[in-house]
C-alpha cells in the first residue's frame, strides 16, 4: 500500500515539477513579449517626438524665412515708390521756384507802378519811364508751363491676390507623415570582411527611383552614418569591414520626379565573422594597397611571372569570390587569375594541377588543360566572379580519402554576362582554398573581395 502511495507520490511531484518548469517557461516568455512591446512603445513614442520635433523645426524656419522674404519684397517696392516720387516732385518743384519768383517780380513791378503813379509831376516822367522799361524786361507775356494732371505720375501698387491662393495650395501639400518608411532592410549576409545588405520596398505605392544605403558602426556615439551606396540597385556589398564588430544600416529611397529622400528605414545590425580576403605581401613585382586587397603588377619581366596568392586559404565553398580589374596592362595568355589548393612557390601561373583559372584573354584552364569554352576577354572594369559547391565525395570511405580519394567541386566561373560551368577533380578533400593572380605584363591592378 505504502509502495502504491508513494509511487503516486513520485507521479504527483513529477508533475508538479514538469508544471512549475512549463510555469518558468511560460513567465520567461511572457516577460520577453513584455520587452519586445516596451521596445515596440519606445519606437513609437521616440520616433513620434522626433518627428515632432522634425516638424516644429521645419516649419519655425519656414516661417522666418517667408517673413523674411516679404520683409525684403515690401521694402524693395517701398523704395520704387520713392524713386519714382522724388523723380517725379523735382520738376515740379522747379517749375513751383520759377512761378514764385515771377510773382515776386510782378509784385516789386506793381509797387512800382503805383508809386509812379502817385509821385509828383516833377518826378513822374523819369519815374514812368523806368517803370515801362523794367515791365518790357520781365516779359509780362510770358508764362511757365505747368504740366497737365494726366502727364504727371500717379503712383499705385498692383498686388496679385493670387499669391496667397498658390501658397495655401502649396502649403497645405508641405510635408507629410508616414508611419512606416517604403523600404526596409531585408537580409544582411557576412562576407568576408564584408556584408552584403539586400533591401526591399514595403509600400507598393512608392515608385522608388533611387536607393541611399549607409552604415556606421554600432555603439560609438561619435561615429555618423556614411554613405554605402547610392543608385537603383537593391543590393550592394559593403567592403573593408572589420570582423566580429557590429555596424548598423540603414536605407531610403528617392521616388521618381522627387528631389527629397524618404525616411529612413529602422537600422537593421549586422556584423561579420570571415577574415577579409588578403594578398600575400613580399611577392616580387607586386605593390599591395594597405588593406591588401589590391594588388599592381608593376615589374614586368618577360621570362618571369610569379604567381601572387592569398596570404591565407580564406576561400570556402558556397561564397562568391570576386576579382575587380581597376587598371589593366597589355594581355598575354600566360595571365591567370583563380583558385588552388596549395600555394606552390616558384609557380608562374595558376594554368597547372590543382587549380582553376581564366587568362585575361578569356580562355579557362582546369588542372592545367584549357576548355573549350571561353569567356569575354578581361579589360578594365571587369569583374570576375568565381562561386563553388562540393558536388560528391567519393570513394565513401575514409581511410580511402586520407589516401588521396578525389573530391568534386562544381565551378561556376562569371564574366561580362557569360558564365561557363564544370566539374574540377582535386586529389584532397578541401574546405578552404587559396587564390591567386599572374600577369605577365606591368600595369594590372586587381581588388579581390
Not at 537580409?187 to 512608392?206: A, N
Request: with cysteine.
Amino acid at each position: 500500500m505504502k509502495t502504491a502511495m508513494s509511487a503516486e507520490v513520485d507521479v504527483l511531484l513529477q508533475e508538479a515539477k514538469e508544471s512549475i518548469e512549463a510555469a518558468q517557461n511560460y513567465r520567461s516568455e511572457l516577460q520577453q513579449r513584455l520587452h519586445g512591446l516596451n521596445q515596440a512603445r519606445k519606437q513609437v513614442r521616440g520616433s513620434s517626438g522626433q518627428a515632432r520635433e522634425v516638424l516644429r523645426r521645419h516649419f519655425a524656419e519656414l516661417q522666418a524665412a517667408a517673413t523674411r522674404l516679404l520683409t525684403e519684397r515690401l521694402t524693395t517696392l517701398l523704395a520704387e515708390v520713392d524713386a519714382i516720387e522724388a523723380d517725379s516732385v523735382k520738376p515740379l518743384d522747379d517749375c513751383q521756384s520759377l512761378i514764385e519768383h515771377g510773382v515776386g517780380q510782378a509784385d516789386e513791378l506793381l509797387r512800382e507802378g503805383e508809386a509812379a503813379l502817385r509821385c509828383g509831376l516833377g518826378e513822374k516822367e523819369d519815374k514812368l519811364g523806368s517803370f515801362t522799361k523794367k515791365a518790357m524786361h520781365i516779359q509780362l507775356d510770358s508764362l511757365p508751363e505747368v504740366p497737365a494732371l494726366v502727364d504727371v505720375p500717379s503712383v499705385s501698387a498692383q498686388l496679385d491676390d493670387s499669391l496667397l491662393g498658390l501658397l495655401r495650395d502649396r502649403v497645405s501639400r508641405h510635408g507629410s507623415v508616414s508611419s512606416h518608411p517604403p523600404v526596409q532592410i531585408e537580409e544582411l549576409q557576412e562576407r568576408p570582411g564584408s556584408i552584403l545588405v539586400r533591401w526591399c520596398k514595403v509600400d507598393e505605392d512608392f515608385a522608388a527611383a533611387d536607393y541611399r544605403l549607409q552604415y556606421r558602426r554600432s555603439g560609438s556615439g561619435g561615429s555618423q552614418y556614411e554613405d554605402g551606396y547610392i543608385g537603383r540597385d537593391s543590393e550592394f556589398l559593403v567592403l573593408h569591414l572589420d570582423p566580429h564588430t557590429d555596424y548598423l544600416f540603414r536605407v531610403c529611397a528617392r521616388g521618381e520626379g522627387r528631389t527629397e529622400w524618404s525616411p529612413w528605414s529602422i537600422p537593421q545590425t549586422g556584423y561579420t565573422t570571415l577574415a577579409p580576403h588578403e594578398w600575400c605581401p613580399g611577392t616580387e613585382g607586386y605593390i599591395l594597397s594597405s588593406r591588401r586587397n589590391i594588388a599592381l603588377r608593376n615589374d614586368s619581366s618577360q621570362s618571369r611571372c610569379p604567381v601572387l596568392y592569398s596570404k591565407a586559404p580564406t576561400y570556402f565553398c558556397g561564397q562568391t569570390l570576386t576579382f575587380k580589374i581597376t587598371a589593366a596592362g597589355q594581355i598575354d595568355r600566360r595571365d591567370s587569375l583563380g583558385v588552388c589548393v596549395d600555394s606552390q612557390k616558384g609557380a608562374e601561373s595558376l594554368q597547372r594541377d590543382q587549380a582553376v583559372c581564366i587568362s585575361t584573354n578569356g580562355a579557362v584552364f582546369v588542372n592545367g588543360k584549357e576548355m573549350t569554352n571561353q569567356l569575354p576577354a578581361i579589360t578594365v572594369g571587369s569583374a570576375v566572379t568565381f562561386d563553388m559547391e562540393v558536388v560528391n565525395l567519393f570513394p565513401i570511405s575514409n581511410n580511402n580519402l586520407s589516401e588521396g580519394g578525389n573530391f568534386k567541386l562544381r565551378v561556376t566561373i562569371g564574366s561580362g554576362n557569360r558564365e561557363v560551368v564544370f566539374d574540377w577533380l582535386v586529389d584532397q578533400a578541401v574546405d578552404c582554398l587559396f587564390f591567386g593572380c599572374s600577369f605577365v605584363h606591368s600595369g594590372w591592378k586587381v581588388l579581390v573581395f
